[in-house]
């Protein structure tokens, strides 16, 4: 299944390469609101808010409205979660919060879990050179994706791997990554970073994993 991708950066919708540098900016809301209406599932990300300079708390209230929408960035709480699915998230993406002193911090996706349900959770797990980065990307841990999902598969409804070595920059993603950590979760999978054409996306969906398109849409290298 394809998932269009909009990310939030100072009031705009944004598409960065590797999580730095800003390569599109679109004000043009409703048109992409419009375009991805007929999507199952979008992915809405806050990236102000990740990064922890700021938020754009109403236009992800706007979209989360209008589309169906799974929403990240910046939650690191019960409360913040919550407050999230009760704007309009259909799911909530954790990332950084799932991690604490460098460990996994299975204890905070158990309480989560048992206060939100499993169904409601996507838990990032964003890999750079093979390690797990949090805070926006950019810190990076010792901790690889596979450790990660070994401990958390039990909280959460879906892992969202992003590959972020691609991510932006349209050189596909690479298959076999993607292999391996879908043999390692019973659990939905979802995919990100450089993927660049409907063949990839057919390709992964094969595999019983899930594609998440931004720049690619963007481009209009993938029709939507």
Not at 61 to 67: C, D, Y
Not at 138 to 147: A, F, G, H, S
Not at 169 to 196: E, H, Y
Not at 200 to 220: F, K, P, R, S, T
Request: charged share 20%; proline share 2%; aromatic share 4%.
């Amino acid at each position: 299944m394809l998932i269009p991708s909009i990310d939030l950066m100072g009031g705009k919708i944004v598409q960065l390469v590797q999580g730095s540098r800003k390569a599109l900016e679109f004000d043009n809301f409703e048109e992409w609101i419009n375009r991805f209406a007929s999507y199952p599932l979008v992915q809405l990300i806050d990236l102000d808010a990740a990064k922890r300079v700021g938020n754009n708390r109403k236009i992800v209230r706007e979209i989360a409205q209008q589309l169906p929408c799974q929403v990240g960035g910046g939650i690191r709480s019960v409360e913040t979660a919550r407050a999230m699915l009760d704007l309009g998230a259909r799911r909530v993406i954790l990332g950084s919060s799932l991690i604490s002193n460098g460990t996994i911090n299975a204890s905070f996706a158990h309480e989560i879990a048992e206060a939100l349900g499993a169904e409601s959770l996507v838990f990032a797990v964003d890999s750079l050179s093979g390690r797990v980065a949090i805070k926006g990307w950019q810190e990076t841990t010792n901790l690889t994706p596979i450790d990660m999902m070994s401990v958390l598969e039990s909280h959460c409804s879906a892992f969202l791997y992003t590959h972020i070595d691609t991510e932006g920059m349209l050189k596909g993603i690479p298959m076999d990554v993607i292999q391996k950590l879908r043999a390692v979760t019973t659990r939905r999978l979802i995919a990100a970073g450089g993927i660049r054409s409907s063949e990839e996306v057919d390709a992964l969906d094969a595999m019983g994993v899930d594609a998440v398109v931004g720049m690619a849409i963007y481009q209009n290298l993938i029709a939507v």
